[in-house]
């Protein structure tokens, strides 16, 4: 390399932000949107790791409260003035149920428990879309960031190759800011997408995890029933 070249390569500005405002306008717009891609991927999964600590801590709480031998009408009745956490609204729908399902005289309405197990399983529905609500958005970006970064790319090197043309030259000067500029889109859909795929697939399974909980409970809440039911 000779020293004019090098000279004018020292002197070119490969900061992030430098490369950032020599992009073209359509490589800016693609970099800008994985930066917001990017910090809103991390802002619903900050978010859902605070929420399923929670739930986590409200169903150990609730099945303390469940199996502590306290009539479930108290335990009803206790919850229903309070706000209550999700495992608390699957079985307040599944009692609300059953004492709908009692007639004036103490008998039970036939289907009684078919009934409570589709309030209990509209009830887990709701928790379910609420708890996986966010997650879709990290599958797209994880999926679709290398792509659009890589649309990012191949942009930018097309106008390097028309600034290799117009200045007549393969200097390293000339080539160098162009391909900088258009790696930097790849960098940042790579950057966006790796931790929305690590962290959609922790979540998930998190989440898996915590409905199951709730599909446990309403089963072994069914089979109390069933029994007081067959009594």
């Known amino acids: 390399m000779d020293q004019t070249t090098l000279a004018m390569a020292q002197e070119i500005d490969f900061s992030l932000l430098a490369l950032f405002m020599r992009a073209t306008f359509i490589v800016k717009i693609v970099m800008i949107l994985l930066i917001v891609a990017s910090f809103w991927s991390w802002s619903i999964i900050i978010q859902k790791f605070i929420a399923y600590k929670k739930a986590r801590a409200e169903a150990a709480v609730f099945d303390q409260a469940f199996w502590s ?10 919850i229903q003035g309070s706000a209550m956490s999700a495992p608390e609204r699957v079985f307040a729908a599944g009692m609300t149920e059953w004492r709908r399902s009692h007639k004036a005289d103490g008998g039970l309405i036939a289907g009684a428990q078919s009934r409570i197990d589709r309030s209990m399983d509209v009830a887990i529905a709701k928790e379910s879309e ?32 028309e600034d290799i043309a117009i200045a007549q030259s393969t200097n390293l000067a000339v080539v160098a800011p162009g391909i900088a500029e ?38 072994e809440f069914a089979t109390i029933l069933s029994r007081e039911l067959d009594s």
């Open 69 to 78: 031998g306290e009539p479930l009408d108290e335990l009803y009745d206790q």
């Open 130 to 161: 609420e708890m996986t609500s966010g997650l879709s958005f990290l599958a797209t970006v994880g999926s679709t960031g290398p792509f659009i970064g890589l649309f990012g790319t191949v942009w930018g090197i097309k106008t390097a190759f």
């Open 182 to 219: 258009a790696l930097l889109a790849t960098a940042l859909g790579l950057l966006a997408a790796i931790p929305a795929v690590i962290f959609y697939n922790k979540l998930n399974a998190d989440s898996d995890r915590i409905l199951g909980g709730y599909e446990a409970f309403a089963d």
